[in-house]
């Protein structure tokens, strides 16, 4: 097998749920050959320790701290993880796998818990063209959508078997280092992090490297746990409808930048301007609804709040002169 290296992105509080990535890490069949720790400046080190990992640091940010770590990687290899994820001892195999076959390069396992769960949720994620089940797309695992939403695809886990996809959780992956060097993350940083909370990087990530020519796989038993430390959203540092703002604020940008800019044809720009007037207009009459209770009130404004920043912020010189995503 090749050699890898892994990255970890942490702010040191993950605790218990650190100590079982640490400890999936070194109950596996094949070893890393470099493991690289980064944390923001002025956090301290998580206590837990494998005894060989190199601590870095850099300024606090979700994806410079993924971005930091290929500073110092240079295996062929590389597998990221948050400080949240515990697995089996033969996942690594699993997700090298579909590479050294050069099939593709980028792999993760399943991770249907990111999937809407109630009925109630996916029936207003198909409504509203932000995520629904896929009826055209069922040899992928997840579809971008013109509205600037997705589908998505279950299967059975016990079957191995390789699905493209168009998007991940930015959980756990598995790459070729020097895709993830070309497709120049760092440009998003300007606009995914504006607000000081990146929703929808790592759809971000997952649909710039297809773009970029690159192919991205879920390996369907290549199964992991996301124990969900959720250190990054704690009450201490953000107010409860930051989340709702920054998802209408990406939303917008999002499909400005990926779906109608990456559009060649006049034909297809209609396409995708009146798929997302319509996922506007239905996620109106959906937080209307919602606007009923009134905890949910102030969660639909600040999402509104979002989409007009969005739009606005689309317009400017700012978002204008960020390089193309296909250079």
């Known amino acids: 097998m090749s050699e890898y290296s892994i990255a970890i992105r942490t702010i040191g509080k993950a605790g218990e749920k650190y100590r079982k990535l640490l400890s999936s890490i070194d109950a596996s069949v094949h070893r890393p050959r470099k493991v690289v720790v980064v944390l923001p400046e002025g956090y301290e080190p998580p206590e837990d320790r494998l005894g060989y990992e190199e601590f870095v640091y850099c300024p606090k940010s979700m994806i410079g701290q993924r971005l930091e770590a290929l500073k110092h990687i240079d295996s062929e290899y590389t597998l990221f993880l948050d400080d949240d994820i515990s697995f089996s001892p033969d996942f690594v195999d699993k997700l090298l796998e579909p590479l050294e076959e050069g099939k593709f390069?980028?792999?993760t396992g399943p991770l249907f818990s990111f999937f809407p769960a109630s009925r109630a949720g996916k029936i207003a994620g198909t409504l509203t063209g932000s995520v629904s089940v896929s009826f055209f797309n069922r040899d992928m695992y997840v579809k971008i959508l013109r509205s600037g939403g997705w589908s998505y695809h279950?299967?059975?886990?016990e079957e191995k078997r390789y699905?493209?996809?168009?998007?991940?959780?930015?959980?756990?992956f598995m790459i070729r280092t020097q895709c993830l060097r070309d497709i120049d993350m760092e440009d998003e940083i300007p606009w995914l992090?504006?607000?000081?909370?990146?929703?929808?990087?790592?759809?971000?990530m997952?649909?710039?490297?297809?773009?970029r020519g690159y192919?991205?796989?879920?390996?369907?038993?290549?199964l992991y746990e996301h124990n969900d430390a959720k250190t990054s959203t704690s009450s201490q540092e953000m107010v409860n409808t930051k989340p709702s703002f920054c998802?209408?604020?990406?939303h917008v940008l999002f499909w400005k930048r990926f779906i109608l800019d990456l559009e060649t044809g006049w034909l297809g720009k209609t396409a995708d301007r009146i798929c997302f007037a319509y996922w506007l207009v239905s996620m109106f009459g959906y937080h209307c609804l919602k606007s009923v209770n009134k905890h949910n009130r102030s969660i639909s404004k600040a999402f509104f709040r979002?989409?007009?920043?969005?739009?606005?912020?689309?317009h400017t010189r700012e978002f204008e002169d960020l390089p193309a995503v296909n250079p």
């Open 105 to 107: 390069d980028c792999s």
């Open 154 to 157: 279950t299967f059975n886990t």
């Open 163 to 172: 699905y493209p996809t168009e998007s991940f959780a930015w959980t756990c």
């Open 193 to 204: 992090e504006k607000h000081g909370y990146a929703v929808g990087d790592d759809r971000v």
């Open 206 to 211: 997952a649909y710039k490297l297809v773009k």
């Open 215 to 222: 192919k991205a796989c879920i390996v369907s038993n290549a």
């Open 247 to 250: 998802m209408g604020f990406f």
């Open 306 to 314: 979002g989409v007009r920043e969005g739009i606005r912020f689309m």
